[in-house]
């Protein structure tokens, strides 16, 4: 099998590795427009980590968690090795069998004893605060949570969310114990979370976006697209990775870029038509007219800025057909083929 490998994030992953250089004292949030590269650069990012760092990542993707119970076993992972009743002994005992670990490493008596507690976050996050102060006397923590909009809506004695938070903020401003990476791909999640009183001066915002015409053009060299390919590719496609990556690979199986990228456009309009559907079918409150109406800003526009958001837009977002950026306040479509299509659709009227 071919793979394609792992293209240069330089600039994103500097940044990062400049937080981690620096002792923890903000959560920062990574967000991006959806399939942008962010949880392949955080995998990247993991591997290449020097020793003295001991990365937790939890991926909550396609995870259903409706409870406690659903949280806490993706949150830990369960060691069933041996019963051990100290966590720094344990903590201990873990440092150097740490791997990548995707969650925290609880003995199985110990996540049971969390379990039958009434309160059973606040036996979490001690767990997780003793845990992490044994490991960080030899390497520093870092935590990361993918896709954590997953637990947004969840409720148990108030959001969970806002414990979680809390906690992380310990974690960082308070013990400066451990990285916390809270990485998310739903921009309204973002949205909200940037609007938190509570996080406001405890995080900071990192966007992980398509990459640049220099970046794509690179990428697509190091496959040996033709020039005319190239610049067909990034008229359609512009710097989403997962095309980009999508068309490497028709390259190398000998098909033909031009219709294949016409081919991703035309997916994508059909795919925006499907709302209309649904409004003539009264399953969305919108009317066409209104939708249009929100297009029509990208008819010459590819970004634009916006003062207030109003439900249009909310909802364009909500079905991934927008970005919204609320650290530079900005709207733009997901992708480029997002763009292309919305244009389709308004020459189409
Ligand atoms: N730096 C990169 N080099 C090569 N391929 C990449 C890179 N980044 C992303 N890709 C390709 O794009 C695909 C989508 O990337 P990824 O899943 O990391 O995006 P994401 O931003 O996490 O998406 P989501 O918004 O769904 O969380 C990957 O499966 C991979 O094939
Ligand atoms: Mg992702």
New binding site residues.
């Given amino acids: 099998m071919k793979r394609?490998?792992?293209?240069d994030?330089k600039k994103e992953i500097k940044e990062i590795m400049n937080i981690l250089d620096t002792e923890p004292s903000l959560i920062t949030f990574i967000y991006?427009p959806?399939?942008?590269?962010?949880?392949?650069?955080i995998s990247h990012l993991i591997e290449q980590l020097p020793e003295d760092y001991a990365p937790f990542y939890i991926n909550l993707r396609g995870r259903f968690i409706t409870d406690y119970e659903d949280f806490l076993n993706v949150l830990f992972e369960i060691d069933e090795k041996g019963v051990v009743d100290n966590v720094t002994e344990y903590a201990r005992s873990m440092l150097n069998d740490l791997g990548t670990v995707s969650g925290i490493p609880i003995p199985v008596n110990l996540f049971e004893q969390i379990f039958e507690k009434k309160d059973k976050s606040k036996d979490m996050f001690k767990y997780i605060e003793q845990f992490f102060t044994e490991i960080s006397k030899n390497r520093v923590p870092v935590l990361i949570i993918d896709?954590l909009q997953v637990i947004g809506d969840l409720k148990i004695d108030g959001l969970l969310i806002y414990k979680l938070f809390n906690f992380f903020i310990r974690l960082t401003k308070e013990l400066h114990l451990c990285h916390i990476f809270a990485v998310s791909?739903d921009s309204l999640f973002i949205e909200q979370v940037y609007s938190e009183a509570m996080l406001q001066g405890r995080s900071r915002h990192l966007l992980?976006d398509d990459f640049n015409k220099v970046d794509t053009m690179d990428f697509l060299n190091k496959h040996n697209f033709s020039d005319k390919e190239k610049e067909l590719t990034w008229n359609c496609c512009g710097g989403k990775?997962?095309c980009l990556?999508e068309l490497a690979n028709a390259k190398m199986n000998g098909k033909d870029i031009e219709s294949e990228a016409k081919m991703l456009v035309k997916i994508r309009t059909s795919q925006i038509l499907s709302i209309f559907d649904e409004i003539s079918l009264g399953k969305v409150e919108h009317s066409e007219k209104d939708i249009i109406e929100e297009f029509k800003n990208f008819e010459k526009e590819e970004i634009i800025q916006y003062a207030r958001v109003n439900e249009r837009k909310i909802f364009l977002v909500g079905r991934n057909v927008l970005f919204i950026d609320p650290v530079q306040r900005t709207i733009k479509p997901q992708s480029k083929l997002n763009l292309l299509a919305i244009r389709e659709v308004i020459n189409s009227e």
């Fill in positions: 394609i490998k792992f293209h994030r991006g959806i399939n942008s590269g962010k949880t392949t650069m896709e791909s992980v990775p997962i990556v």
